[in-house]
């Protein structure tokens, strides 16, 4: 290998690194953000809302140092390539996801206040109304299933294992779906004048507004995390991969057009 092989090596290397370390960073913040969202932890909530500076600088050199590889590198092979033009894709994609955990922490926040200046102060908080207490659970163990698929993605991307990129795709792929049908079951069973301020409606319509904005959420995240395991799989496996995983989703609408209404 002449010097500058060795020295391109390196550099991807350095590259690789540095996104299994905002991987890392990332999962963390997001695991707990969704642990404070299943135990209603608003102080735990409040050690995600500050922004972590390494994973923006972190994110910001990935894309630096990938613009002046692909200017001063000489001719490439593809799977590096494919490495090369995937990775501001993915530095974008889990700063998004550090964003995301974000929005859950506030969400939290947000609620516990809420819900204490309509009254229910006192460990209360963290009771669903009854009218609502079937989508709060559901949403908790979408929350939960996201939660590992966070871990599983971050060791993922470590090992570049495609295998396991492509269950949790599908996974992905599979809780979208699911959370759409719950955000439509959350407008159709929302108590008649919830969003008065008044009468025992008052009490509901914090929660409303929560479980409707967690769901959104969750959708999101899921849909990142998604969006990264598709890029890792194009990276390993190129084209061919990527085509099948569009012939895959086309059957999974297919069968879900045929699923019966609720």
Not at 3 to 28: P, Y
Not at 100 to 110: I, P, S, T
Not at 123 to 138: H, R, T, V
Not at 149 to 174: H, I, V
Request: hydrophobic share 45%.
């Amino acid at each position: 290998m002449c010097k500058r092989e060795a020295e391109d090596f390196r550099s991807l290397r350095e590259l690789q690194d540095k996104l299994v370390r905002l991987g890392i960073l990332t999962d963390e913040r997001l695991t707990r953000a969704l642990k404070a969202v299943e135990l209603f932890d608003p102080a735990l909530a409040q050690t995600v809302l500050p922004a972590d500076p390494t994973i923006a600088s972190l994110q910001a050199t990935i894309e630096d140092e990938v613009r002046a590889f692909l200017l001063e590198a000489e001719e490439m092979g593809d799977s590096t390539l494919r490495f090369l033009v995937s990775l501001p894709v993915l530095g974008s994609e889990l700063r998004l996801l550090s964003e995301e955990a974000q929005e859950l922490a506030r969400l939290v926040v947000w609620l516990s206040s809420s819900t204490a200046q309509v009254g229910q102060a006192d460990g209360k908080a963290g009771q669903w109304p009854p009218a609502l207490a079937g989508q709060g659970e559901q949403l908790l163990t979408f929350g939960r299933q996201i939660s590992a698929s966070a871990m599983a993605l971050a060791l993922a991307l470590a090992e570049q294992d495609t295998q396991g990129a492509q269950r949790l795709w599908r996974q992905q792929r599979r809780l979208q779906h699911e959370l759409t049908r719950l955000q439509r079951s959350l407008l159709l069973t929302m108590p008649a004048g919830a969003l008065t301020s008044t009468g025992t409606n008052a009490t509901a319509q914090p929660w409303i507004a929560y479980l409707s904005a967690l769901a959104l959420l969750l959708k999101r995240i899921s849909s990142h995390a998604a969006t990264l395991c598709e890029r890792l799989i194009f990276v390993v496996e190129g084209v061919r991969s990527m085509r099948m995983l569009q012939r895959l989703e086309a059957r999974l609408l297919v069968d879900r057009c045929h699923e019966p209404a609720q």
